[in-house]
């Protein structure tokens, strides 16, 4: 949008100099693009926002809308869909072109029809030829109903038939514009997992979520291996890959070789004492041609391993962990994984979860809430004894509803002509949405020299020798629910805007009610910092109507110890984040959200002309800064670093 409103800016001035003296008509031009300018510049369009994407038609029901460049320059998507819910009788894949990067969808194909058994939860894979290969669920043998696990779940049957079947694929030699009609099984080995369900191996359970990709001239599909179902519909996971070293060559698919890795039948589990579900594999090929997978689990943190011999084995599965140690942590739900053309990787996950999901009495159904917003780590390559791994960054919000308690998932990334583009589905809408490149070079640029963050700054107060309290002009705030004077009946709007405060101090006694920041008014209005009873920092704000109030995580602040705290209020997805010295504030062991929402009808913290600082507080405020825009993550990282 920065270009929009440059565009815009420039045009006004080439009309204002041109017309100069001329006819009124010339300042009307001049006088009618500045409005267009202030209008673009109000609507503050959030590119976060999913409703901002592109949509990718479907039939009602959507899921696993993924993404290969076909040799003619088309992005060929494939995705299981129906009139239906997800399940439902009638569920089948189907595939589609676009030439201009998600805007316009054409030449909808069914690859397996409406009215027959279900095929489900497609995955793509082009070979160097070419082709395209499409891998899926069928239920070829149109079984109705399958057993449920014991004691009985519905009464010891399950109607929906998904999920079982066999894993088969048909291929594509003229760049997905039609598919083969011929449909080929893949052979996969039985696994205890398979010989422990209720046939005994006989009927298999599994599906797969997991892109296909290739490695020194042999494919690998992942694929889910499932234990039964019950609480939470699956009850039992592990995760395989199905190689092939001949398939991207051969002539005739049939004459494809098979192997089910890791060898043994035992496959990606959760790591000891773990849950028992360990599902949706995403895998990365590493430089050193180290394989990396992580996946969702019930544990509330995601897992994964690294294979050293190409899928054969797998060091010991392990929580995820960002660069500085901490566990991150996700619900029971999609968390995928790409590594980018330049090198550096991209994860997706949800930032919440922890003993919260694993010790709570129902974790198998609660996991699945929760996925949204969506934050997104930077990942790049660091060497180990063992060879290369991937050393994450801290999280930012990539995506997000308005609507908490919509959910997104199952994405895939696609990169072109230098930009970035990510789909996504709520199961009845899928989207294309392009993402700024400025946000991903800060995730990455973390692991770089820090850059001083000025752009938005309006407050910048160095305590160096001043006493307290002090009493400053407050800067401007934003209003985050305005009204839309385009309605007929002048509803309010979200602005999108945020705002984020920056602290240094240094307390010689930790007391609740110390306040280190105050814009409050007579009335209350405002927004203030203080000290709460667990040794963290609180930040409140108050409109007249409503108060919203979220803290640091419990112990984050010490005694005669010099502290940084920036805390980020973001209007977009309505959320309070604060990073305490260089660190991002996720709960940890005391919650399961480290963030916090506020009211999306919440107007403005709008409060005193003044801002009191240091206000009964024992210690020093070495400086605060006001930005008059949500920071990302990453640039208070850098901000925080710079101050060191």
């Not at 048909?170 to 046939?199: A, L």
């Not at 004492?273 to 041609?289: K, Q, R, T, V």
Request: aromatic share 14%.
């Amino acid at each position: 949008m920065h270009v929009f409103y440059t565009y815009f800016y420039h045009l006004h001035g080439v009309f204002s100099i041109k017309c100069w003296g001329f006819s009124g008509k010339c300042l009307y031009l001049s006088a009618l693009f500045m409005a267009c300018f202030t209008w673009v510049n109000a609507q503050q369009v959030d590119w976060r926002n999913i409703e901002n994407g592109r949509v990718i038609p479907d039939k009602s029901y959507s899921d696993q809308p993924y993404i290969v460049k076909t040799d003619d320059g088309a992005w060929l998507c494939v995705m299981t869909t129906g009139s239906g819910h997800e399940g439902a009788s009638g569920q089948h894949i189907i595939s589609q072109r676009n030439f201009d990067e998600g805007l316009s969808w054409q030449d909808m194909i069914e690859i397996e029809p409406s009215d027959g058994p279900e095929a489900s939860y497609a995955v793509l894979l082009k070979a160097p030829s070419g082709r395209i290969f499409v891998f899926y669920n069928h239920n070829t043998d149109n079984l109705r109903e399958v057993k449920g696990d014991d004691p009985p779940y519905n009464n010891g049957i399950v109607k929906r038939v998904d999920s079982q079947g066999y894993y088969v694929f048909k291929y594509s030699d003229d760049h997905g514009q039609s598919w083969s009609e011929e449909r080929h099984t893949i052979p996969v080995k039985q696994f205890e997992i398979d010989k422990n369900n209720p046939y005994k191996g006989e009927i298999r359970f599994f599906w797969n979520v997991g892109k296909a990709f290739s490695h020194e001239g042999s494919a690998f599909v992942p694929l889910t291996k499932v234990g039964g179902f019950g609480n939470g519909f699956f009850t039992s996971n592990e995760g395989v890959l199905l190689k092939s070293d001949n398939l991207l060559d051969v002539a005739d698919p049939a004459d494809a070789n098979w192997n089910t890795l890791p060898e043994g039948d035992i496959g990606l589990r959760t790591p000891e004492n773990g849950g028992p579900i360990a599902a949706e594999h995403s895998y990365s090929i590493l430089s050193d041609g180290s394989f990396f997978v992580v996946y969702r689990s019930l544990d509330g943190h995601p897992v994964y391993s690294y294979s050293r011999d190409k899928g054969r084995t797998w060091d010991k599965p392990q929580y995820m962990r960002f660069a500085d140690g901490r566990l991150m942590k996700n619900p029971r739900a999609a968390n995928f994984a790409w590594k980018c053309d330049n090198g550096k990787y991209l994860y997706w996950f949800h930032n919440h979860g922890g003993k919260f999901i694993r010790e709570h009495p129902n974790p198998a159904a609660i996991g699945y809430n929760d996925r949204n917003p969506v934050w997104m780590v930077g990942g790049v390559e660091v060497d180990s004894d063992d060879g290369k791994v991937i050393q994450w960054s801290q999280p930012d919000v990539l995506l997000y509803h308005e609507d908490p308690l919509v959910r997104m998932s199952y994405p895939d990334l696609i990169e072109e002509n230098g930009n970035y583009y990510i789909t996504e589905t709520q199961k009845d809408i899928a989207r294309v949405h392009q993402i700024d490149n400025a946000f991903l070079e800060r995730l990455w640029g973390q692991f770089e020299e820090p850059v001083r963050v000025r752009d938005g700054l309006l407050l910048n107060w160095s305590g160096q020798n001043e006493s307290l309290p002090q009493k400053l002009p407050a800067p401007a705030v934003p209003t985050f629910w305005v009204r839309d004077s385009n309605t007929a009946d002048y509803r309010g709007k979200s602005s999108n805007a945020g705002f984020t405060i920056e602290l240094g101090f240094l307390l010689n006694e930790i007391k609740e009610g110390q306040i280190l920041a105050d814009t409050r008014d007579a009335s209350g209005k405002g927004w203030w910092i203080s000290i709460s009873d667990k040794n963290n920092i609180i930040f409140q704000m108050n409109d007249g109507q409503t108060q919203v109030a979220w803290s640091a995580d419990p112990g984050t602040i010490h005694e005669n110890t010099q502290h940084q705290v920036s805390i980020i209020i973001d209007g977009g997805p309505n959320i309070i984040s604060f990073v305490t010295d260089e660190r991002f504030n996720d709960g940890g062991a005391h919650r399961q959200f480290g963030w916090g929402r506020f009211s999306p009808y919440f107007k403005s913290p709008e409060g005193s002309k003044t801002l009191l600082l240091g206000s009964r507080i024992k210690g020093e405020l070495n400086y605060i800064r006001f930005f008059d825009r949500a920071l990302m993550v990453s640039e208070v990282l850098a901000s925080q670093r710079w101050e060191k």
